[in-house]
């Protein structure tokens, strides 16, 4: 059984910085892509960023290249998406997610399994 649980979320000032975690369970991730998404009311849900579990190759939403980083931790099964430079837009739920026929160079999908979510605001 697969499980993500993000955390680090929280309340900011625009122009701050937030780390966002996410820890996986469950099974190897070494043929996964792990991709941050994030979602407001009434809006569709928007890609943020990905990596390739196995090669660490990166991609990222237009609106976030530049101020947002994703990692990956091998040794705690962890994914950290660090935002910098945050701003009023980026308020959201935040939530991650595990796929293992991620093929595109894209990443944009699809995702097999999500975590619950975890609550970005940014204040201006």
């Known amino acids: 059984q697969v499980q993500l649980v993000e955390s680090g979320g929280g309340l900011v000032q625009a122009g701050g910085s937030l780390r966002l975690s996410c820890a996986a369970s469950?099974?190897?991730?070494?043929?996964?892509?792990m991709g941050w998404f994030r979602q407001t009311a009434g809006m569709e849900r928007e890609f943020v960023a990905a990596?390739?579990?196995?090669?660490?190759?990166?991609v990222y939403a237009d609106s976030v290249k530049g101020r947002f980083t994703i990692s990956r931790d091998h040794a705690k099964n962890t994914v950290y998406l660090q935002m910098n430079s945050l701003k009023p837009e980026d308020t959201a739920v935040y939530c991650c997610?595990?796929?293992?026929?991620?093929?595109?160079?894209?990443?944009?999908?699809?995702?097999?399994?999500w975590g619950q979510g975890t609550q970005v605001t940014v204040s201006s």
């Open positions: 990596i390739r579990w196995s090669g660490g190759s990166t």
């Open positions: 997610a595990a796929g293992y026929r991620v093929y595109s160079d894209y990443m944009r999908g699809p995702y097999d399994y």
């Open positions: 469950g099974r190897p991730f070494n043929s996964y892509a």
